[in-house]
Nanobody, 115 residues
């Protein structure tokens, strides 16, 4: 059974940092690209950042200077490092694992940034 579990969400003050984790089981993690999405209240889900199977990364232009994605295939885990957080970063953050044939989502983790 495939499981994708996000963790690390929290309430943090503006300017603070958080590191989210995405732990996967039941799959060969290294064969999947990892995407982080977020969805703020009343808004559509948006792609934040991606790390490919080959560890190439891409981050939304507006977040490049603050967000960093990484992966540790030995631990079947991906990370999202978020620095200098702003109230606009408040959202549920979702991890998505995607291959040519499969697509898995976690349940999300809440990040709340207070001003």
């Amino acid at each position: 059974q495939v499981q994708v579990v996000e963790s690390g969400g929290d309430l943090v003050q503006a300017g603070g940092s958080l590191r989210l984790s995405c732990a996967a089981s039941g799959i060969t993690f290294s064969l999947y690209a990892v995407n982080w999405y977020r969805q703020a209240p009343g808004k559509q889900r948006e792609l934040v950042t991606t790390v490919t199977r080959g560890s190439t990364t891409d981050v939304a232009d507006s977040l490049k200077d603050r967000f960093t994605i990484s992966r540790d295939n030995a631990k079947n885990t991906a990370y999202l490092q978020m620095d200098t957080l702003k109230p606009d970063d408040t959202a549920v953050y979702y991890c998505n694992l995607k291959s040519f044939a499969s697509n898995y989502w976690g349940q999300g983790t809440q990040v709340t940034v207070s001003s």
